[in-house]
């Protein structure tokens, strides 16, 4: 009997499923899913494909323009328009941004397929870096303004990753799909290298907020002896992509020098002096107990030993 890819050990060094074409997708949708498959899987270059779309969402964003301004009222759906269930006038009018959702929400399901520092990894994060270091453009988004309006037609700029905080809240919508092992602690890598390289900031879905013993997905291991260590040790996986690789663990212990506690109790601030010898301590407790599996052991005395070099740095 076949396992389960999502638990099997064979895909500790090799992509998950995808699971990114859905049934009810349309043509369109289909072809530009099987563009960032494509990408993934090294049939087109990162920087290829980001040139692609980037041409792609300009030269759709101008030709809606042009269209939209050929209307009687290009502010507003036609009686017609609103019976044959177009639900918004974002489905006509320029829309980038909406180009912009649906690109990031793909990419949040594909981080979770590729393991730490996979080349299908790697040419996510590449594809990204091309979009963002291409030169800044205008381009038109949304509905014109108000006839005899001095103001002039809204645009986006592109590709100002560093100003679209709110891209982050996407790839939460995709939290609760990662958390088979083997894919959280894919996921965990990816959000982690995002986060460094100051593309998607995702400090926040951090897997080392569930290493606290005040986190509430902490269980008791008195009460829990069985499934408890598990669960810890497989946060404990996901938590260890932010320390274990030389990039991602400095940025951390750089964010957490910053401040000593925590303030307040924002679940968005997750970085503090506090907390990381918190994390430390949790580390070297797994990694010495025998409660737990030797790889949730190996990786926490793995995550133990590189945070003291940090600090020895």
Not at 180 to 190: A, G, H, I, K, V
Not at 261 to 267: I, Y
């Amino acid at each position: 009997m076949n396992m389960d890819p999502e638990y099997s050990e064979e895909y500790k060094q090799k992509p998950l499923p995808f699971k990114l074409i859905e049934g009810w997708d349309t043509e369109d949708e289909i072809l530009k899913k099987k563009k960032l498959e494509a990408l993934v899987n090294g049939d087109v270059t990162p920087r290829d494909a980001a040139i692609e779309f980037n041409t792609a969402v300009v030269q759709e964003a101008d030709r809606r323009k042009e269209e939209l301004l050929k209307r009687p009222d290009p502010r507003n759906l036609t009686p017609e328009e609103e019976e044959h269930g177009i639900p918004s006038m974002r489905a006509i009018a320029p829309n980038p941004s909406g180009d912009l959702e649906e690109l990031i929400l793909w990419i949040a399901r594909l981080c979770s397929a590729c393991p730490p520092y996979h080349p299908g990894q790697d040419r996510i994060i590449g594809f990204l870096e091309v979009l963002r270091d291409l030169p800044r453009r205008e381009v038109p988004d949304g509905v014109p303004p108000e006839e005899g309006s001095d103001e002039p037609y809204s645009t986006m700029t592109l590709w100002e990753f560093e100003s679209w905080g709110w891209l982050a809240e996407i790839f939460r919508v995709e939290e609760s799909a990662c958390q088979p092992p083997l894919r959280w602690r894919n996921w965990q890598s990816s959000i982690a290298r995002l986060t460094t390289l100051n593309l998607i900031k995702c400090d926040f879905l951090c897997s080392l907020e569930h290493l606290l013993p005040s986190s509430r997905e902490y269980p008791d291991l008195a009460k829990r002896p069985i499934d408890g260590p598990n669960k810890i040790g497989n946060y404990l996986i996901g938590a260890a992509q932010w320390i274990i690789h030389p990039d991602e663990g400095r940025y951390v212990y750089e964010q957490c020098k910053k401040c000593e506690k925590v303030p307040g109790l924002s679940p968005r601030e997750m970085w503090s002096m506090e907390r990381w010898r918190e994390w430390k301590a949790q580390f070297g407790f797994v990694a010495g107990d025998e409660r737990f599996q030797g790889k949730f052991r190996e990786m926490a005395r793995l995550a133990f030993e590189k945070m003291g070099e940090y600090e020895r740095c």
